[in-house]
């Protein structure tokens, strides 16, 4: 039998896998790894609010999902935030419009993601960044993807210098994933702005 795809992983998980499936499961460490990162998946879904998903935000997640899922070896990382203030435009470290910026310093296993949060008049946001390794270096190509309740907030390419530009974000809570080529990092809460209460 060929690995299991990660719908027959996810069924057999679920009680729904027929006995052959079950069995190659118990064999395959491959597969048993694989299904290890969707129950870690999974279960960080399981502290998200629960929310309705039209047709169209179904589709743009599945798209998302076949262009950023899951891949075997893919370490997660969980960042956390290290520092954070206001720089004037002529020392801020990564390209992006001039203007007031806030700056913010995350860690996550061996690398630093440094974001430029800069104001765009009308609770709007520009969001520049870069992620660098453990030696300072460019982490390389990946996707930034971030996302709010109400589904993709915004996503686009890490370039070859680690860097991200994503434009024109409302203020608010977002969660922020990095996909780079063996990780994936998560940031499970970050705010832009004044969080809006309404």
Do not use: K
Request: net charge negative; charged share 25%.
């Amino acid at each position: 039998m060929t690995h299991l795809s990660d719908e027959r992983a996810l069924a057999v998980f679920g009680g729904n896998g027929s006995a052959a499936e079950r069995e190659h499961l118990a064999g395959c460490e491959q597969c048993r790894q694989d299904l290890s990162r969707w129950e870690f998946l999974l279960a960080d879904l399981d502290e998200l609010e629960r929310e309705q998903v039209d047709a169209r935000e179904l589709h743009v997640l599945s798209s998302l999902f076949r262009e950023l899922g899951p891949a075997s070896g893919r370490a997660v990382l969980t960042g956390r935030l290290r520092s954070s203030s206001a720089v004037e435009p002529a020392i801020a470290a990564v390209r992006g419009p001039a203007g007031a910026v806030q700056m913010f310093d995350f860690e996550a296993g061996p690398y630093r993601v440094l974001l430029q949060v800069l104001p765009q008049g009308g609770s709007r946001f520009d969001v520049h960044g870069q992620v660098t390794d453990e030696r300072g270096e460019p982490a390389g190509r990946g996707r930034v993807v971030l996302g709010e309740q109400s589904g993709v907030a915004a996503e686009g390419p890490i370039d070859e210098f680690g860097e991200f530009h994503l434009e024109h974000l409302a203020g608010g809570v977002y969660r922020g994933t990095w996909w780079l080529q063996e990780h994936r990092i998560d940031f499970l809460s970050l705010l832009l702005g004044e969080a809006d209460d309404g």
